[in-house]
């Protein structure tokens, strides 16, 4: 059901609002739809449905349209104090799930063969949900994943921390570039005080991971809860000592694989290689691997091995 106005007129959404006002300084600077998004640079629907309400701007775009229309960085103020999470909608089968994340103190995350959610990037996403949908109902879904991001990277977010499998570095989604682009939100999102990101070696001998994907969430009320998914299905626990013998696990994992500071340099590496080769990580062997090579490199001459010399005993 609509809202409506003080004048009886239907209210506008909060998505609505932010798509005249980028239209008004759009039409005040001159420019079309199609001349803007050129300058953005992203497709002019893009700016058709954000002007329209029915798609949520990325943060980068709103500062992007601030400076090529000299608004004095209006638009992303107004993004950053706009709440896009009631704007959109999520399948019924997870809308529990999104409705936790929008008012969690803590989440735990353990995540294989593909970037959670909470950590993706919009073309990342695209790509996946292009997969099983097409045209508006992708835009929805994407739209509707990006608005769970903007409560968690907040200066004030609650905690999240994140262990990903190796797979979801190796596992090509889109192409080479969405997958570097990914790497690089995956460092940058990392670094916020809140965030903590960690990656799990595929031959890291003796990790007991848990058998599927699956998220510890904490609650204002001191509820805590474990979530996991099947296919298009979403499984919530709140039974204390499930909770116990999953967080527990989930620990002793976080302990035994390599630290936030250490996985950001296994992922600056899987960028890298996806920049300069476009080719998946594991084209070049397991991380864990090559994490013991590099000490034996550094050993080496530029003219052969080094080898240790002999000393006298005592």
């Given at each position: 059901m609509s809202r409506r106005n003080a004048t009886g007129?239907?209210?506008?959404?909060?998505?609505?609002?932010?798509?005249?006002?980028l239209k008004h300084f759009r039409e005040a600077a001159g420019l079309t739809?199609?001349?803007?998004?050129?300058?953005?640079?992203?497709?002019?629907?893009?700016?058709a449905?954000?002007?329209?309400?029915?798609?949520?701007?990325?943060?980068?775009?709103?500062?992007?349209?601030?400076?090529?229309?000299?608004?004095?960085?209006?638009?992303?103020?107004?993004?950053?104090?706009?709440?896009?999470?009631?704007?959109?909608?999520?399948?019924?089968?997870f809308q529990r799930r999104a409705d936790m994340d929008a008012v969690a103190v803590a989440l735990r995350e353990y995540q294989s063969q593909v970037v959670p959610g909470l950590l993706q990037t919009e073309g990342y996403a695209r790509a996946l949900f292009s997969d099983i949908a097409s045209g508006e109902d992708v835009d929805e879904?994407?739209?509707?994943?990006?608005?769970?991001?903007?409560?968690?990277?907040?200066?004030?977010?609650?905690?999240?921390?994140?262990?990903l499998d190796e797979s979801c570095l190796r596992n090509v989604v889109g192409d080479a570039a969405?997958?570097?682009?990914?790497?690089?939100?995956?460092?940058?999102?990392?670094?916020?005080?809140?965030?903590?990101?960690?990656?799990a070696p595929a031959a890291r001998v003796g990790l007991v991971r848990p058998k599927t994907s699956m998220s510890l969430i904490t609650l204002p009320d001191g509820g805590?809860?474990?979530?996991?998914?099947?296919?298009?299905?979403?499984?919530?626990?709140?039974?204390?000592?499930?909770?116990?013998?999953?967080?527990?696990?989930?620990?002793?994992?976080?302990?035994?694989?390599?630290?936030?500071?250490?996985?950001?340099?296994v992922i600056s590496e899987a960028m890298e290689r996806y920049g300069?080769?476009?080719?998946?990580p594991a084209e070049r062997g397991d991380l864990d691997q090559e994490q013991l090579q590099r000490p034996r490199r550094r050993q080496l001459h530029r003219g052969g091995p080094r080898f240790p010399r002999r000393r006298p005993r005592s």
């Open positions: 007129g239907t209210a506008a959404t909060n998505a609505a609002v932010f798509g005249e006002v739809q199609e001349e803007l998004a050129r300058k953005i640079p992203c497709d002019r629907s893009h700016v449905r954000v002007e329209r309400g029915t798609r949520v701007p990325h943060e980068t775009s709103a500062e992007k349209c601030d400076e090529l229309l000299g608004t004095g960085g209006v638009l992303k103020r107004l993004w950053g104090r706009i709440d896009w999470y009631p704007e959109v909608a999520h399948p019924d089968w879904r994407v739209r509707a994943r990006m608005s769970r991001q903007q409560r968690f990277r907040a200066a004030d977010g609650p905690l999240y921390i994140a262990v969405v997958m570097r682009e990914q790497c690089a939100h995956l460092l940058a999102v990392g670094r916020r005080p809140n965030i903590r990101i960690q990656v805590e809860w474990v979530y996991s998914e099947s296919l298009n299905s979403g499984h919530f626990n709140d039974d204390p000592a499930v909770y116990a013998r999953h967080s527990r696990a989930y620990d002793v994992l976080r302990a035994d694989v390599p630290s936030a500071r250490e996985s950001a340099a300069q080769h476009g080719q998946a």
